[in-house]
Nanobody, 122 residues
């Protein structure tokens, strides 16, 4: 399985911005279906955004218009740009990947990173 490594998590104030990064151990893997998930304390992990092989993107309703999932032009790094952050965006953010097939918020992902913590508070 591909190894994924996230970075970029931090503590920010409400209204702030952060960009998370996800690096894969295999080149070209980020051309497949990849996603960002998050898990708040005491809550189930939820899919935040997915990016399919041909660039199709899906976002959970709570982040639409604020978050953007994209791949770097010069590398295989996957990013999650987060603007207008809210306290409810707090949680551990995970990068995930899967091979061929469907690529939606409800898809089953086979490779996971260790997570990076995002905390939004005044």
């Amino acid at each position: 399985q591909v190894q994924l490594s996230e970075s970029g998590g931090a503590s920010v104030q409400p209204g702030g911005s952060l960009t998370l990064s996800c690096d894969a151990s295999e080149t070209g893997y980020s051309t497949m279906c990849m996603a960002w998930f998050r898990q708040a304390p005491g809550q189930a992990r939820e899919a935040v955004a997915t990016r399919g092989k041909f660039g199709t993107k899906f976002y959970t309703d709570s982040v639409k218009g604020r978050f953007t999932i994209f791949q770097g032009n010069a590398n295989d790094t996957l990013y999650l740009k987060m603007n207008s952050l809210k306290p409810e965006d707090t949680g551990m953010y995970y990068c995930a990947a899967k091979g061929s097939g469907d690529c939606y918020l409800g898809s089953s992902f086979t490779s996971w990173g260790q997570g990076t913590q995002v905390t939004v508070s005044a």
